[in-house]
């Protein structure tokens, strides 16, 4: 029995899960098991832009029926189209353990509950939810158990696990806490997909430098850097940072508490790279592990593992936002894998969860 699951997404940022999903696809015979992204939202008009032209081909102003330019607290809930399986990688400002954690005391914290609502009133046969690993210690373990009781409420089967998608094939030490549900009606368990790449880790060098980017490549711009800059990175080594003793003492940084910050940082070419991030500020770009420079957003989108054909539109610290606030679509496409296969019946190789 064949199966085309419509997928929709609320902050579905400009289009990691979509292009994960896209990518997905499982044959038994003559069954196609495959994911369909049919509509989606989020709050920033440049990022629906991206997602618009990247996911349907058309512009923001020509998708009206697919892309929602809204912010969710002021969405018709009850009014978005049904699908079968619904995406929400729910903010994680408020859930990060970088900034004051705020929890489901903060502003973002309590959007999560869009997502729940979204579920109990369309029902959809399953659902993925993202966030970052704090998720689950945030307010003292309150919030996870608050958002997961919600979940199982709504009339599902949860399993949830900390993936560290660099053991999954990304070039990129990126964790991040995702729940799989089932809907009680269907009598299926979602299972954790075993690592594809534990024992051989994909690194920034592979990923940045084959096959090579060109001048004029799509959101390959360079920054210009200051002569300082470029000075404090003459004496740093591959995968570390402004902290290092090999650093002159008038060109190392002093910030109490920060040496292990990615400020100045170069990635090791030997290592999948740190956490790429959305966050603003020169001093949090991402540096070149030779280059005496910081990487184009180009290169960050390799290590988030979009295409190169996956175009980013809007202004360059938009795009650096965007790109860094993505899911990365080669790790989210081994959960659609394994969601796929799990209707279809097939056994796959599984983990225990762990949060």
Not at 263 to 289: A, E, F, N
Request: charged letters at 25%.
């Amino acid at each position: 029995m064949s199966e085309n699951f419509r997928l929709g997404e609320l902050f579905c940022g400009p289009g990691g899960i979509a292009v994960g999903a896209r990518l997905s696809e499982f044959k038994d015979g003559e069954d196609v098991y495959k994911i369909t992204p049919t509509w989606a939202s989020d709050y920033d008009k440049e990022t629906c832009e991206t997602f618009a032209r990247n996911i349907h081909g058309q512009s923001l102003s020509e998708s009206v029926d697919s892309v929602f330019h809204e912010d969710v607290r002021k969405l018709d809930i009850l009014r978005l189209p049904k699908c079968d399986g619904l995406a929400f990688g729910f903010p994680c400002n408020d859930f990060s353990i970088v900034g004051e954690s705020k929890g489901l005391d903060g502003t973002f914290g309590p959007l999560y509950s869009y997502g729940v609502k979204y579920l109990k009133q369309h029902q959809p046969k399953w659902f993925i939810a993202e966030n970052v690993g704090g998720l689950s210690s945030s307010n003292g373990g309150r919030a996870f158990e608050l958002i997961i009781s919600e979940m199982k409420e709504a009339g599902y089967k949860l399993t949830s696990n900390l993936y560290k998608f660099e053991n999954y094939g990304v070039p990129q030490a990126r964790h991040r806490l995702i729940i799989v549900g089932f809907r009680n009606d269907l009598n299926l368990t979602f299972k954790v997909p075993a690592p594809t790449h534990k024992d051989n880790h994909v690194t920034s060098f592979d990923a940045i430098s084959y096959p090579p980017l060109t001048l004029g490549s799509p959101n390959h711009d360079f920054t210009s850097q200051s002569k300082g800059v470029v000075e404090r990175l003459k004496h740093i080594k591959p995968g570390h940072n402004a902290w290092s003793e090999d650093i002159p003492q008038h060109l190392r940084l002093n910030v109490k508490g920060a040496k292990l910050s990615n400020i100045y940082k170069r990635l090791d070419p030997k290592k999948p790279s740190y956490t790429v991030t959305g966050s603003g500020g020169g001093g949090t770009h991402m540096y070149h592990w030779e280059e005496h420079r910081a990487l184009t957003n180009r290169e960050r989108a390799r290590l988030q593992t979009f295409p190169d054909n996956f175009i980013f539109y809007g202004g360059k610290e938009s795009v650096r936002k965007q790109v860094g606030m993505a899911v990365p679509p080669a790790g989210v496409k081994v959960i659609f894998d394994a969601i796929l296969k799990s209707f279809a019946g097939q056994d796959y190789e599984t983990i225990e969860p762990k949060t």
